[in-house]
């Protein structure tokens, strides 16, 4: 690989290492030397290259499982809180496993528009398309679905950032339903990284139509896993073929980070040196963060909060999707749950807010320098 670009990949790769590194000791092996992120399409309607983040923003991230895991939102998360602490963004995950468009809609009022949202990724696709060779009539339930969707958030006046659906490993499923039949659940799935190829085309031009950020992450993940594979034919990012691990999530964190602009100046990434967030070193050389910094506390204060109050928040949503079915069966049993539903999802939803209020606490003490994003070098014409 020429100088140039490996320079390049490890620059691109170390900018979420912050909030990764401390998850990774027993993940996949950590992709290397991976070519760097298609560009984003953009246009003169669009937002901007950038989340144009302003102080007090409401970030939610909306998804299915794979935001449900609580990863690469939680990535996202701990490199905004250390790198923006001026901002003070609120975070909302509202993921939940299995989702498909027409179950976000179905929650939308409570679970979305009730946190006043004003900014929202939105990563939909992997369900909606039914783990199955391309059917029109299902893309077109998901068309329609995404695009309901939509006009609800534009209702609230949320900024919007469509993200394409991941990749779906085929041989990673290969392997899985060898050792485990069953989780098969009789799904064919011929074709279907392909299927959620045409997904993420059709959200790519949804988005430019209607002036809204993209960020495309079955770009990278194919790439990666391609480039890999020439060397470790074992090689995957999405173990069970679904859901991205560790990596994979780390690779969508920084695809959502540098597709948006929002990579920070002030981070180093030079070998021989440590890394700096402003003027507070955060890793030494071996790649952890420093111990007793500022940086390392942020992140181990938001894992706390994703695993003790953010997931099980999502795990009760879900739950709460069973129960809908019971609504019209058993009224009476419905209502005492919903009961208890209530009170718990404030419980959690309190957790989460009293963690986050320590964590922009904790951002607070780190110093701030702002700094201009880079200006594209205008050539001069020979004369």
Request: charged content about 20%; glycine content about 6%; hydrophobic content about 40%.
């Amino acid at each position: 690989m020429p100088t140039i670009i490996m320079h390049t990949t490890r620059r691109l790769l170390a900018i979420l290492a912050l909030g990764l590194l401390p998850h990774l000791a027993t993940a996949e092996t950590q992709p290397t030397e991976a070519p760097p992120a298609p560009a984003p399409t953009t246009s003169a309607k669009t937002f901007g290259a950038t989340l144009n983040l302003k102080h007090g923003d409401r970030f939610i991230f909306i998804g299915d499982s794979i935001t449900h895991q609580c990863l690469y939102t939680q990535y996202v998360e701990n490199f905004f809180y250390i790198n923006r602490p001026e901002l003070g963004i609120q975070f909302r995950n509202a993921g939940i496993s299995g989702d498909r468009a027409l179950d976000v809609l179905n929650r939308f009022d409570e679970d979305i528009a009730a946190f006043k949202p004003t900014i929202a990724t939105i990563l939909l696709g992997m369900n909606d398309g039914s783990y199955k060779d391309f059917d029109r009539a299902v893309f077109d339930t998901y068309t329609k679905g995404m695009t309901e969707l939509l006009d609800k958030l534009d209702a609230i006046n949320c900024r919007v950032v469509i993200m394409s659906p991941t990749m779906f490993d085929h041989q990673s499923w290969d392997i899985t339903i060898k050792q485990k039949p069953d989780y098969a659940k009789g799904r064919i799935v011929t074709g279907y990284n392909a299927v959620l190829g045409y997904y993420g085309k059709w959200l790519q031009q949804t988005a430019l139509d209607r002036g809204y950020g993209f960020v495309d992450l079955f770009g990278p993940l194919n790439d990666i896993t391609v480039h890999q594979r020439k060397t470790d034919p074992a090689y995957t990012l999405v173990a069970d073929a679904i859901h991205p691990g560790s990596h994979g999530q780390y690779v969508m964190a920084k695809s959502l980070v540098e597709q948006t602009g929002e990579a920070p100046l002030s981070i180093d990434t030079e070998p021989s040196q440590a890394i700096h967030i402003g003027k507070v070193p955060v890793r030494n050389l071996n790649g952890q963060p420093a111990p007793d910094s500022t940086a390392a506390k942020i992140i181990a204060l938001n894992q706390k909060r994703n695993q003790e109050a953010v997931n099980p928040l999502r795990g009760l949503w879900g739950k709460q999707k069973g129960m809908l079915n019971t609504k019209n069966t058993n009224p009476a049993a419905y209502a005492t749950w919903r009961t208890e539903f209530e009170a718990k999802r404030a419980e959690l939803d309190a957790k989460a807010a009293q963690f986050e209020v320590e964590i922009h606490a904790l951002s607070k003490t780190i110093p701030f320098k702002a700094e201009p994003k880079p200006q594209p070098v205008q050539q001069k014409k020979a004369a």
